[in-house]
């Protein structure tokens, strides 16, 4: 607790007790509030905490004390413990007000970047069509985020930029930030990410926080910040690569999976999350091993190609003996490309091994 | 109404209760006990049915913590539930927590036992209706066990559509039907409490001259009787929804979701105040009377629950600012939130004016009462950051919001309600506690509890998000320390019961009148009361005259001594 | 009221007098000093009831009045497909009712026991008239399709035909058809839709839809609220049926007098609620434009 920051000190940006890194541009004021509420909190709270301590000492029942009669009202003693809140509470009331506009209103040149939000994942796409599953921004840009949901209820939550905003289905909702540069940003925001000097971009929390079902801890992403020149190669490179055909299918599908399934499947042998291994379908398919299933028309089969896009598209039909009937189906979520790309990483896990 | 016309069976004064006779005594039997109009036994069985429920909305407590001790960042491993177990356990814990356990357990355990006598008189205007309420709360209560043993329910205990109402797997319909029927359960128990005060206060109890803590239960009987019926149509609604697809939440079928969140919060914040008025009320009783001073400010006291009851009903939309409600509605409603705190801080001074030059008794009721003082603070100012727009965006669904409300509802309502029912206890079972062991109790437990919460507000505002089966390594510590807290507290709230029911053995001293020397009608009777609580009709006087009662040694009471001799309230 | 038929003076002693009056015509309470006390305890009662009552019905009239404000035109269309002649039937009959229910406790005040039971009799009689003709009604939503939510399917010759953005009401499908047959085949005008086979009807009717304005979307919105609110009324007059039986077995052991008619007062004020209720339901789902 010695290093207690609880004034924000110009240029350490860095995490503390209180706070992420301080990455976007409203960071700084948003802070500031949070420490005036906290000075007034404490300095209260010390101060009544001492008075009923000192009453405790003075004034404890022993032999040879008595109460003494007092006054029972006092009209100025009210009028002044009314008085002196309603001032704070009406100062912090007006700070928290102009950092909410400030908030509210995204600059008009502003990047914007869609969002959908599904259970249990999201899909963030980009003006050139590039979609992927983890956020990709600019630093030192304004950058919009346009989001719906496709189910229920889901929020988006990135606590470097405090920023966050629900995801409703049926409708459109957004929000906006500006992200510091990168050199604002490093200083060992997350615990496992890698350093600016290895990669050069910084990795951010990004959470959903409005429950959403059995995965919702799951749907934590990671939003990448680069330098404006590296962003737009990324983003090109994103819209590329499903469509580049010097890349292999499976590699492709990797990348499908690891946005849409590996909040549920895993790819490690009889390693369960929430679904089946993905490794365990591979090798059914590979050796023609049966599965089983629950409340199906057939009790068992030897999963193929098309078992594989049937539980994706209707996940219900076939429900494999042992598991929820738990997920959702991904009917225009995912086209004919990802899905078969998706097929071929899946038998690719098995049958690579020798390969690799 | 129901009681109004029909002659009750008890039979008036002439086949009064031989000597020695009391309301736990005056008749035998299970059936002499469930079907009793008594509201003492009322309140004594709505005791024993709320503590259950805080017992068993404890252990799920305890199963969630002892899961989050661990990160598991290998999935499936080290992990004592899956994640569908763990939304179980939080949306259980919250829903059992608030509905069966928190709501009632200070207007209709401890209300019921004392509003009657504290008013002098023999019941509550309408005993059958009160018998009524309580058989409606066990019948909520079968509707959640049946939701327990029938899939469960893992929609927090908020109940979001669409959610809810499409996505959940769980026995919703069984759990909200449980929560419409604690409703009106609660709704009953207020709307008798609001008619008693009005109807049966004794000559010369004016409002003015009213226990505070009837004025407490009052104005937490208003929230009940004008927010609770906008919960129920809310969750018929939802049922409805749900069994039938009409379209009301859900946005495929045309309907709003966010609509919902309205609704629920309209009743769901006035009744985080229907948590917390009888709470300060009791407080306002105790702090009173065992620092033996006049309590301070007794009509801005009295006047800031009715305050805080009518504010409460404008604030609801400070839990939808990330909602996608509009701004405007936004800043309203954060203006109006802090208007709350105003009332909330007058009653905070008044109470330590109170103890200003008193006579500070050390025994366990006070422990409690400046337990909740200093805990409650720190639930509401941390109530202020999240009223502020700007922060609240950040914090909103984080683990700061949870340690707000359980610095609030625990520290504060959990703490104001063991306080009262040591103050009461003697009253209640005609039995001491072991005084120093409660205070031992409740260090353990305010110890336990720190430890617990403490660290929730650091994690919370580092971006820790709340209804996380899982979570990143980091707040590892956090959370560790977080669980030990919990454990510390189970030990503290395992001495209180042990330290409360060792009193009813036959070791149990038996309590005199009045022990702490109150002079509110309930110490001039007998402890425990007669069947129809009062021998000799008490005559109203100030409720806070504390110096008109002595410490008497030989009953180790104290005794009415007339009016104000300077020497009174010694011990 | 009270104070001009009670027998109990106001205000009986003061608090240690405990003074019951002993009349056993008043049904006193052991917890209450006096009569008065007794019947203005339960008075206060049952208007806070109300008012819990009243607040419960708010929550579906505020999802009405949203829903209403954001698609006005779903509320023009839909509201053709309800009858106002049933709807203004059972008005009268449910004011009818009221006016009997406050003649019953006026009877119960008056001594007059035949009276009393007479009222009671009719009340219930007109609650049970009500819940008839609701049945006929929602027996009628059933049949063509029109009800609730996922469940909305309306035949081809039940559906309301309009034009010009909803504001014309043309007629229900199979009326037009039963119309245009009859005019084809050189039959007169209003030849009943009986004449012909369904299956004329519904391909008639497809057709008569074709040339019309398609119905807005989310109609099913509308029978999801109509159900919702009419149904929750309808068991709050199942309700008063059972609370009216219960005054009605009372009166006929002779309970009420002039002396104690409190219950047949309060159930009579959540009668009128139940009236009142359906007062506002009406306009609002049967009369709309
Ligand atoms: C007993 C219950 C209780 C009580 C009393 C309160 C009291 C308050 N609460 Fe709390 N609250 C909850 C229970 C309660 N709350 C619950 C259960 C939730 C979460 C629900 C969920 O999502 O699951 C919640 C959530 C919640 C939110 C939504 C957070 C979010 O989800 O983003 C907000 C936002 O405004 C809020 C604000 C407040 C405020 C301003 C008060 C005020 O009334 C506090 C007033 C008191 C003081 C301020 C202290 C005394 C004052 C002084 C000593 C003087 C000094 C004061 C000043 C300088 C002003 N609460
Ligand atoms: C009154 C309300 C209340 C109370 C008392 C508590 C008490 C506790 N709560 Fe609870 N909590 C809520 C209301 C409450 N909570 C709500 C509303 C939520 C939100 C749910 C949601 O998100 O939907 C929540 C959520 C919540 C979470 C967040 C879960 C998540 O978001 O993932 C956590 C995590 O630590 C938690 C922990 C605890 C703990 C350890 C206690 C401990 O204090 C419990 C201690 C109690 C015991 C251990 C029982 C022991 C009792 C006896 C042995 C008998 C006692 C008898 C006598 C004392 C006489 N609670
Ligand atoms: Cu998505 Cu929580
Ligand atoms: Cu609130």
Redesign the pocket.
Known sequence: MSSLPLIAQAGNRARNLFFDVEGSTLAGDIDNVFYFILWVSIVSFVAIVAVTGWFLLKYRARPGHEAVKTATHSTSLEITWTVIPTILSAAMFWVGFEGYMDLKQAPSNAYEIQVR?F??GWEFSYPNGAKDTDLHIPAETPVKLVMTSSD????LFIPAFRVKQDVVPGRYTSMWFESLSLADLDGGVREQARTLADTGYVELNLF??????TN?SG?GRTVYVYTPADFEAKITEIAKFMIDPAIPLAEKGARVYAGACNSCHLVEEDAVKIGPSFYNLSRSIRDGEMIEFTDAEDASLVPDENYIRESILYPGEKVRKGYPNQMNSFLGNLDDRRIEALIAYIKSLSTAEAAN | MATTGTATPVAPAVEHDAAGDNYLTASRGFVSWFFTLDHKRIGIMYLIGTLTAFALGGAFAIALRTELFHANTVPGQSALFTADQYNQLFSLHGAVMVFLFIIPAIPAALGNFILPIMLGVKDVAFPRLNLFSFHLWVIGAVFFLLALSTGGLDTGWTFYTPYSTTASQTSVIAATMGAFILGFSSIFTGLNFIVTLHKMRPTGMTWFRMPLFLWGLYATALIQVLATPVLGITLLMLIVERAFHIGIFDPSLGGDPVLFQHFFWFYSHPAVYIMILPGMAIVSELISIHSRKHIFGYKFIAMSSIAIAIFGFFVWGHHMFTSGQSAMLSTIFSALTFSVAIPSAIKVFNWLTTMWKGNLQFNTPMFYSLGFIWLFLIGGLTGLFLGTLSTDLTLHDTYFVVAHFHYVMVGGTLWAFLGGLYHWWPKMTGKMFNDTMGKVASVVALIGFNVLFFPQFFMGSQGMPRRYFDYLPEWEIYHQISTIGAYILLTGLLMVLWNLLSSLGKNGKKAPANPWGGATLEWHTTSPPSHHNFEVQPTVGDPYALDEWTWDPETEGYVHSGVAPSVAARH | MSSTTTAAPPGAGNADAHGHDHDPAAHLAHHFDTSNQQFDAGKMGIWLFLVTEVLFFSGLFCAYSIWRSQHPEIFLYAHHYLDTKWGAINTGVLLFSSLTAAWSVRCAQLNNQKGLILTLLLTIACAFGFLGIKYVEYNAKVHHGTVFGQYYKPHADSVVVTDDNYKVFVGIAGDLAARELAIEQGMSADTPRSEFSEEAISARSVEILAQHEAEPPAVKTFFSIYFAMTGLHGIHVIAGIIAYLWILKRALAGTFSSKFYGPVDFVALYWHLVDLVWIYLFPLLYLIN
């Open positions: 939000a259970q249990w229920v209820l889901h929020s959903c926080t409005e429950y959403c079902g919702h749907m």
